[in-house]
Nanobody, 119 residues
C-alpha cells in the first residue's frame, strides 16, 4: 500500500504563491501516474493536474498557465507549484498516486491539505 504525505498548504493573499508537496512511500517509477485534485466547500472534487510517468502532463483549464506539476524521482515526491492564486483556488488539495500500469492500477490518496486564498 502506498502512503502519501502532503504538505505546503496554508493561507495566502490573492496573487501569491504556494508549493504543495506529496511524498510517496515508494518509488515514483512504480506509478502509472500521479496528480492533484481539489475540493471546495459544497463542490465536487475536481482534477487540477496530473502527470503520467514518462508521458503527458495535463491541467484543468482553470489553472492552466498558473500551476505546474513536477516530480523529484530521487525524493519520491511530487510538487504542485501554484502561482497567481485566486480566491476561487481555495479548497482542500489531495494528492493521488496510481500504482501499477495503464491497463490496471490502484489509486491511493493523501490526507489532503487546506489552501485558503484570501486578503
Amino acid at each position: 500500500q502506498v502512503q502519501l504525505v502532503e504538505s505546503g498548504g496554508g493561507l495566502v493573499q490573492p496573487g501569491g504563491s504556494l508549493r504543495l508537496s506529496c511524498a510517496a512511500s515508494e518509488s515514483l517509477f512504480n506509478m502509472y501516474g500521479m496528480g492533484w485534485y481539489r475540493q471546495a466547500p459544497g463542490k465536487q472534487r475536481e482534477l487540477v493536474a496530473r502527470d503520467i510517468t514518462g508521458g503527458t502532463t495535463n491541467y484543468a483549464t482553470a489553472v492552466e498557465g498558473r500551476f505546474t506539476i513536477s516530480r523529484d524521482n530521487a525524493e519520491n515526491t511530487v510538487y504542485l507549484q501554484m502561482n497567481s492564486l485566486k480566491p476561487e483556488d481555495t479548497a482542500v488539495y489531495y494528492c493521488y498516486a496510481d500504482q501499477g500500469a495503464s491497463e490496471y492500477y490502484t489509486r491511493y490518496w493523501g490526507q489532503g491539505t487546506q489552501v485558503t486564498v484570501s486578503s
